[in-house]
């Protein structure tokens, strides 16, 4: 089994059994070299990259818009703080994609004004129901997200790692970030929101959704 493939199952094991591991120590035995990929506008696969860099620009403006209804709805509570931080790491997200979509010219998605109201409403909506509320949706948000860089770490490992060094080294950092925001939901008592199992469900398919919707338009 590849390296990918290993995280995959690991991530997919922990979904099935319940064990409540720290999400984020899966994905830490891929190891990337850490040498200049000469990744160029002509040497790549332009319409994987292209698909990789508008979807994941549109998940990260996504989250980020997530974060700003969060903190509009409990900026001035004791998790005002926590939020702050995960909202920060996600801010340098969507820079560094921001940088990388004028570095191979990428377009962004058609539906950024849909993400930019969804996002916000998922995120007021959910802090509305507290704390918890607001850590629910953190971790299926984040759980999705990691899982989706996943496969893209997996895809890009098989066509080419040393071409594509700059890109899968963007990518695993902002996965293992992903993955503290989820445990971080899990220690501030996501599992104590209301529904939280429907919750997360109905989170998870709006994130696939996305996901889908974003790689094609």
Same mark, same amino acid.
């Given at each position: 089994m590849s390296a990918a493939g290993a995280i995959a199952a690991a991530s997919v094991g922990r979904l099935r059994t319940g064990v409540r591991r720290p999400f984020s120590e899966y994905g830490r035995g891929l190891i990337i070299r850490c040498h200049s990929s000469g990744m160029t506008l002509d040497n790549i696969n332009r319409a994987a990259v292209d !698909? =990789?860099?508008?979807?994941?620009? *549109?998940?990260?403006?996504?989250?980020? !818009? =997530?974060?700003?209804?969060?903190? *509009?709805?409990?900026?001035?509570?004791?998790?005002?703080?926590?939020?702050?931080?995960?909202w920060d790491q996600e801010k340098n997200h969507l820079k560094k994609f921001n940088e990388l979509m004028i570095a191979f010219r990428v377009r962004p998605t058609v539906l950024m004004p849909l993400w930019n109201v969804a996002g916000f409403a998922l995120g007021a909506g959910t802090a509305l129901l507290g704390k918890e509320g607001a850590m629910a949706c953190t971790v299926a948000v984040e759980e999705s997200i990691a899982n989706h860089y996943n496969n893209q770490i997996r895809m890009l490992m098989e066509e080419d790692p040393e071409k594509y060094e700059e890109l899968l080294q963007v990518i695993k950092q902002f996965r293992d970030e992903e993955l503290e925001h989820h445990d971080t939901g899990l220690d501030h008592d996501a599992e104590l929101a209301p529904a939280y199992a429907l919750l997360k469900r109905i989170i998870q398919a709006g994130c696939s959704a996305a996901i889908y919707l974003s790689e094609r338009f």
């Open positions: !698909r =990789i860099i508008r979807v994941d620009h *549109a998940g990260e403006y996504g989250a980020n !818009r =997530i974060y700003a209804g969060q903190m *509009a709805v409990l900026g001035r509570t004791s998790v005002g703080p926590v939020i702050q931080k995960m």
